[in-house]
């Protein structure tokens, strides 16, 4: 799934978002797929895929990005929260020949290698 989303230059962007006090990581990934896509999904199918740091010096910002996969046994409805306006289901060609913001292009060709993104 690749939601449109707005607010990111107009670039195709993933569920995602803060970890809230309290929460595991997994709990964090769970929340914001139910938020931003209505999809339900249980912390045993939570596959870590890809973990991407960084550091903005000109926001003396470091941060930890993580990227999760999930299998599901069909396409769930999608519910889309306020931050998406559409949705595309897409195919590892698909995603890799896609105009999208970093560190995504690195992260599917990453995945595409590994085997993990088909």
Not at 54 to 78: A, H, N, S, T
Not at 93 to 118: C, H, M, N, T, W
Request: glycine content about 6%; some cysteine; aromatic content about 14%.
């Amino acid at each position: 799934m690749w939601p449109e989303r707005p607010d990111r230059s107009q670039k195709p962007d993933l569920p995602g978002g803060m970890v809230e006090s309290g929460e595991t990581i997994y709990e964090a990934a769970i929340r914001e797929a139910q938020e931003e896509a209505g999809i339900a999904i249980d912390e045993d199918s939570l596959l870590p895929a890809y973990t991407y740091s960084f550091f903005r010096p000109d926001k003396l910002d470091y941060g930890c990005w993580m990227l999760f996969l999930v299998e599901l046994e069909q396409k769930p409805e999608i519910k889309l929260s306020w931050e998406y306006e559409a949705y595309m289901w897409l195919n590892a060609e698909e995603v890799l020949a896609l105009e999208i913001r970093d560190p995504y292009p690195e992260v599917f060709k990453f995945l595409q290698k590994s085997g993990q993104l088909i």
